[in-house]
């Protein structure tokens, strides 16, 4: 009888604690919303902040999408800000041997000095339109996980396609809640971007690797850019202006960028997948480059300068992947994921209607990561070309595939690698040689037996085949490229050059491996992910923010310190404790600064705030993002995340987790005092030069 109370009991509390969660609204300052999901009452109630549409639509249209990453505009006259690191590949093509723009920065002191990056497009979001009912309406009762996945993809083409014609913008459907909902973006994109201004490698990234996803920072990580229209700078009412009012501990912030991804939706099994097999892959494959890249930098200045950018990529993604791969390895995060799945689970189950339409999607999920695991490693080798590490054979590929593309959603894409193809700096032979050799050495270690592997390779050495490649191929041409590109498939397949034979042979197997991808894991998880969130939808709404997908977004929090260790950590940084550290290092590297900080140092407010962190919500693709204050004044870019924050990939935490910004206070202070920049510093801060 007491076993029996005592079952009762459990089960009691079992169904307490299923209803609390079921019930619970957003209970801390979670997510990365779409602008047409913001949580307005949310927001009211905890913060006393009202979010008007106008607020909205001039932060959305102030916010610049650069590539991977984000940045806003800062003045009427087109100027856009972001972080160093995410202008770094720009600053770096601009770069000579004579002229290290990444070493010694950049200042045009007159617009006509500000220099035209080649192949960067910049876009902006203009409208966002809710297409799910178009989208889920082309999945028929009966279909296989393939139809389904066939169905959404054409209906989204048609879609995109339609858009594009009629807006003459980019337009593109962006699945939001594991493919529960549809929303289309327009953006309009703009390609005359030029350099205005970028500090010093040695002050953008001080402390280096070791300081990166570190808090204390003292970094000033910015460049500033101009787009242009017609030839003109470009003309734009919605720009951020220059927050007047100091911040203070406690104050509301938020943040508009293009996060990149979050998994913080994907089922346990998908967890133990990435945890499992892809993670350990990723990192393996960034710590054998990273090495590869330092031995060729050791072998002089020339090689450094060539190689510092991809070093600092490589060992960006390797520290971010590590600390992701860390949240997976707690124990109690993962049973956290755990039980909120099994909560959710039961919810399904004790619902007969539910049970009936979703409960098979989580074990469907479980089998398609099983199916992944065994062709993953052929997978990266020649679909995402992991074997082939040089830029040429990613251009050949593209040429290839896009000479085979045919409706006029492709042809946009082709547009975009048309840019792409354009001119670009010179690549030396023997970086590129060696980056090649290794991917070559890395497939022949890891899939020896493959059938694949000794017919790329035939009798000669990883060296051997790498050196005919790199100096055999005319890709290096961009006039090569652009009669290839209008030639089309038939001038490829005629092509003698060998990084296009070989990419022409790789095609089919890459194909092959990438049409069973699509077939056995991705239609699989499209078509349960919808389940699964349908299910999360019926018991919960959009309560929930959805994960990142790379595209705009809107974040907020608290600008608050933390505890670390016993140890309260500030909310802020100081210019003086970017000397104090320096000093405490010898002003060795990675804690050198440029010559001009040293001689500069008694002009400075020491006081001044340089970098600071919040309970912001962020990832990967936030770089570059604007944080402003509740007017909507710039306050600062965010930059970086503190180490405790990677594993918020999965599960979001915030009482150590926080992001990292560079204060708006710095820069102008900075350009002044630092850089004798005061016309520029006037434009962000909105005066009027002197007639």
């Not at 999945?139 to 066939?150: D, H, L, R």
């Not at 398609?368 to 052929?378: G, H, I, M």
């Not at 056995?520 to 019926?538: C, D």
């Amino acid at each position: 009888m007491n076993k029996l109370r005592s079952n009762r009991y459990q089960l009691s509390l079992g169904l307490l604690a299923l209803f609390i969660w079921l019930i619970l609204p957003l209970a801390a300052d979670e997510g990365m919303w779409p602008y047409n999901l913001i949580p307005k009452d949310y927001l009211a109630k905890k913060y006393n902040f009202k979010v008007t549409d106008d607020w909205l639509n001039h932060l959305r249209l102030a916010s610049v999408a650069f590539g991977g990453a984000s940045g806003s505009f800062v003045s009427p006259d087109g100027l856009v800000l972001t972080n160093h690191h995410v202008g770094r590949g720009a600053i770096q093509n601009l770069s000579t041997p004579e002229r290290d723009l990444i070493k010694n920065g950049f200042y045009a002191r007159t617009r006509d000095q500000e220099l035209k990056c080649r192949g960067m497009v910049l876009s902006v979001l203009q409208e966002i339109e809710d297409v799910t009912d178009r989208v889920l309406s082309a999945e028929k009762p009966g279909m296989s996980p393939q139809e389904v996945m066939a169905a959404r993809d054409k209906a989204i083409a048609e879609i995109q396609k339609e858009a594009t014609e009629k807006s003459g913008l980019r337009c593109q459907v962006v699945s939001l809640y594991s493919g529960s909902m549809y929303n289309l973006y327009k953006y309009k994109t703009y390609n005359d971007v030029r350099l205005v201004f970028a500090v010093e490698n040695d002050i953008a990234f001080f402390g280096g690797d070791p300081d990166n996803f570190t808090y204390p920072r003292y970094d000033l990580d910015i460049s500033i850019f101009r787009i242009y229209e017609n030839g003109q700078p470009l003309k734009t009412k919605d720009y951020l202006k220059w927050s007047t009012t100091p911040l203070k501990e406690g104050d509301l912030v938020f943040c508009s960028g293009n996060p990149g991804s979050t998994g913080r939706l994907l089922t346990y099994d998908q967890l133990l997948f990435l945890r499992d097999v892809s993670y350990p892959f990723s990192i393996d494959n960034l710590k054998r480059r990273q090495a590869i890249l330092h031995e060729y930098a050791n072998r002089g200045p020339e090689q450094e300068r060539i190689a510092r950018n991809t070093i600092f990529g490589i060992e960006n993604s390797l520290k971010a992947t590590t600390g992701y791969q860390s949240g997976l390895l707690d124990k109690d995060l993962m049973a956290k994921k755990l039980a909120e799945e099994q909560q959710i689970r039961q919810a399904v189950a004790a619902n007969p209607e539910l049970a009936k339409e979703y409960g098979q999607a989580w074990e469907e999920i479980a089998q398609a990561q099983k199916e992944f695991a065994s062709f993953f490693k052929q997978y990266q080798f020649f679909e995402r070309g992991n074997a082939f590490n040089t830029v040429y054979f990613s251009m050949a590929r593209s040429l290839i595939r896009m000479a085979g593309q045919r409706d006029s959603q492709n042809r946009q894409m082709a547009a975009g690698g048309g840019r792409m193809m354009g001119e670009m700096g010179p690549i030396p032979d023997d970086f590129e040689i060696l980056k090649l050799t290794d991917s070559l050495k890395q497939l022949k270690e890891q899939l020896p037996d493959a059938q694949e592997t000794r017919w790329l390779l035939g009798c000669q050495s990883p060296e051997e085949v790498a050196k005919a490649l790199i100096t055999g191929t005319k890709l290096k041409d961009a006039e090569f490229r652009k009669k290839l590109m209008e030639g089309g498939t038939e001038a490829i397949y005629q092509s003698d050059d060998p990084m296009i034979k070989l990419a022409l042979m790789v095609d089919p197997i890459a194909r092959g491996v990438r049409e069973r991808y699509e077939n056995r894991v991705r239609a699989v998880e499209v078509k349960n992910g919808t389940l699964v969130a349908r299910a999360l939808f019926r018991l919960k709404g959009t309560s929930i923010p959805p994960d990142a997908t790379g595209t705009l977004r809107l974040s907020f929090g608290v600008a608050k310190g933390y505890v670390e260790n016993g140890k309260k950590i500030p909310f802020h940084t100081t210019l003086a404790g970017l000397y104090e550290k320096a000093q405490k290092f010898s002003y060795k590297e990675p804690y050198s600064l440029p010559e001009i900080w040293l001689k500069k140092k008694a002009a400075l407010n020491l006081n001044t705030p340089l970098n600071f962190v919040a309970t912001i919500d962020s990832i990967g693709g936030n770089s570059g993002s604007p944080v402003v204050n509740r007017k909507g004044e710039f306050l600062g870019a965010l930059f970086d995340g503190n180490i405790q924050s990677l594993p918020t990939r999965f599960v979001y935490e915030e009482k150590v987790s926080r992001s990292v910004m560079v204060d708006g206070r710095a820069l102008i202070e900075a350009l002044i005092k630092i850089y004798d920049a005061k016309p520029l510093a006037d434009e962000l801060l909105g005066k009027l030069p002197a007639k």
